[in-house]
Each structure stands twice: as C-alpha cells, then as structure tokens.
C-alpha cells in the first residue's frame, strides 16, 4: 500500500515545491523560462496519455475481447468534453491574459488564477487514480512502478505549474505566504479527484478502460487548448517547443524504464 500513498502524494508534493518558489524568488518569471516550463508540462502530459493510459486502455479492451479501440476512442472525446464544460462553466483566469473565462463572477484574480491550475489538475489527478486503481486490481499492463512512474512525471510537470501560478501572485503584491498557499491549494484537487477515481474504479473496475482514455483525453484537452497557445504566442515559441520535446522524451523514459 506504500506505493499507493506515495503514487498520491508525489503529484501534490511537485506543486508545493514550485509554490515555494514565492519564497526564494520575488520577481516575476522570465518569458524565456516560463515558456520553456509550459512547454515542458505539455511534453510530459503528452506522454502520459500515450504511454500511461491510452495504450494500456486499448491493450486492456484487446485482453477481454471487445473492440480494442472502441473505449479508447468515446473514452478520450467524453474526457475532452467533460474539460470543454469545466472550461466553459468555472471562472478562472490565465496568467497572461486580462480577461477571465467560464461564467461571469466577482472571484477575485488571485482565486481565478488559482481555478485555471485547478482546472489542469483535475484531469492529471484522475490519471493517476485510474493507473493506481489498475495496479491494485493486479490489471495486465498496469504495474505498480507504471503507476509510480506516471506519478513522478506528474510531480515533474507541476513543479513549473506550482511556481507559474505563485511567482506572479508574488510580483503583484501579494505576501509570500499568500501567494504559496494560493499555489498550493490549487494543487489539493489532485490527489482528491484521484481518490475519487479510484473509488469509482472499485465498484465499477469494467469501466477502467474507459476511464484511462477519459483522463487522456481531459489532459490533451488542457494541453491543446491552454498549455500549447500560451507557451506559443509572441516571442521564443521555439524554447517552448524544446520543452515539450524534453518533457515527452523524459515522460516517456520514466514510464518505459520503471515499468519495466
């Protein structure tokens, strides 16, 4: 069970370890930097749901006879739009933006900058719980190491995630406590939607195939809709895309070399 406890804490542990950067650093984040570190969380979610869960949910429909990409495929577009409604319906707002998205609210911007983190954690929660449920249900091509695996690329990626949401809270005012414990509570819902998750798996283990292309498809959705336009507009879009080159060839290396 010490595997599962750190698969859950490992995620939420690379959040606080960038919110802490409130602490060490009290300018803003450079461009360059930051979009070396947008583009490296694209890389590594890109990964994930290739090699952690999209490619075990088709060898696992292929095991029990079914069609093997038939729960890939409406798993991954429900997981996209249950992120399109997220997207739509909770107010939030980005980083470099001025105008919050989702419904119409007095949040403040430090909670709305908090809600568009949130937003990326809960798919990357999900992925986690669905890969750990599959290593206690001892199901073929989901291991213990994979789930660690997918837990430490996760851990990974939300470091810059936790310093990109703290580091300008910091440089606009806000006290280092406060802007850490912004950051850091956006990180909670990780491990509680992978708790979730887990739950839900227990009572209804058939549907974990579509559950592990569900949360592929929330986090391509969060890649493809925010992490990539943002790491790619105005200038040095090339050293973004040299981060989604280093976090998917990191990603993939810890998955294939720990799952082994």
């Known amino acids: 069970m010490n595997h599962i406890y750190l698969g859950l804490l490992l995620p939420f542990l690379g959040t606080l370890l960038g919110a802490s950067m409130a602490f060490l650093l009290r300018e803003s984040m450079g461009v360059r930097l930051k979009k070396l570190l947008l583009g490296f969380a694209s890389g590594v979610m ?4 290739v090699w952690s869960l999209l490619i075990p949910s088709i060898e696992m429909s292929g095991a029990q006879g079914s069609l093997a990409w038939m729960p890939a495929a409406v798993g991954f577009l429900l997981g996209m739009v249950f992120l399109f409604l997220l997207d739509t319906i909770i107010p939030h707002l980005h980083s470099e ?26 798919p990357e929660g999900m992925a986690v719980g669905v890969v750990l449920a599959g290593a206690l249900e001892q199901v073929s091509g989901i291991t213990s190491a994979g789930a660690l695996a997918l837990a430490v ?26 802007a850490f414990g912004v950051g850091a509570v ?18 209804i283990t058939p549907v974990l195939p579509y559950l592990l292309a569900f949360a592929a498809g929330a986090m391509i959705y969060v890649v493809v809709e925010e992490l990539i336009p943002e790491s ?26 720990l799952a082994a």
């Open 153 to 178: 690329g996760m851990a990974v990626q939300n470091f810059p995630e936790g310093a990109i949401i703290s580091m300008p809270l910091r440089s606009e005012g806000l006290s280092k406590w406060k």
């Open 97 to 122: 933006s001025e105008e919050p998205e989702g419904m119409k609210s007095s949040l403040k911007r430090s909670t709305m900058l908090a809600l568009a983190v949130t937003l990326h954690n809960i």
């Open 232 to 257: 790619q507009a105005g200038t040095h879009s090339n050293i973004a895309t040299i981060g989604v080159a280093v976090g998917f060839v990191l990603m993939m290396i810890l998955d294939v070399a």
């Open 186 to 203: 956006s990180g909670i819902v990780e491990p509680v939607s992978a708790v979730l998750t887990m739950l839900l798996i227990s009572f």
């Open 46 to 49: 890109i990964a994930a749901s």
